[in-house]
């Protein structure tokens, strides 16, 4: 491979949080620009796969949507295998779905992925605040305290900050398989 071919990678994400934090929303938003007012639980996983170029890097993303209900929690762990990165969702409206980012999900994420997995702390449903319990400064505080890669509030019913929260993902990820972007 000569050194002007672009590069090309395959990674799997998960998206991780509890039930109803707007995860299948925000790779619906993301891969077909498309938001469902009605909501149907994920029952085990989906995958949905999804190509986008990066300074003309070629990265394939394969997305295990893992559902968010305590009966998954059993057969979860075998979705981690071969991942590198993941959206931590949580609901800004259910200080609940907040708690259980560090004590479940993300402990969940470092117990099964491999040391340099990379994620991203997402509060979801910005477009609901006028019910909000979670402030974006606790969001900020818990990112750094849990080394996130970075935090951003979204709306997948908006389409608030959704690509760029997948392709800051993406960019860290590419960043620790050693590929410089500038």
Not at 92 to 110: G, H, P, Q, S
Not at 161 to 173: D, G, H, S, T
Request: overall charge neutral; glycine content about 6%; charged content about 30%.
């Amino acid at each position: 491979m000569s050194e002007n071919e672009p590069r090309e990678f395959v990674f799997k994400l998960t998206i991780l949080g509890e039930a109803a934090v707007g995860k299948t929303s925000l790779i619906n938003q993301y891969v077909e620009s498309a938001f469902q007012e009605d909501y149907k639980p994920t029952l085990g996983a989906n995958i949905i796969r999804k190509d986008v170029n990066i300074n003309s890097t070629k990265i394939r993303l394969i997305m295990w949507d893992l559902a968010g209900q305590e009966k998954y929690n059993v057969i979860r762990s075998m979705y981690f295998q071969g991942c590198v990165g993941a959206l931590l969702v949580y609901d800004v409206t259910r200080e609940k779905t907040f708690a259980a980012i560090k004590e479940k999900w993300l402990a969940d994420f470092k117990k099964y992925v491999q040391k340099e997995g990379a994620y991203i702390l997402i509060g979801n449903k910005k477009d609901l605040e006028g019910q909000r319990m979670v402030k974006t400064e606790d969001g900020k505080k818990l990112a750094e305290e849990i080394n996130a890669c970075g935090f951003i509030e979204t709306s997948a019913k908006l389409n608030l900050n959704v690509e760029k929260a997948f392709e800051n993902l993406v960019k860290q990820i590419l960043s620790n398989h050693g590929e410089c972007l500038d």
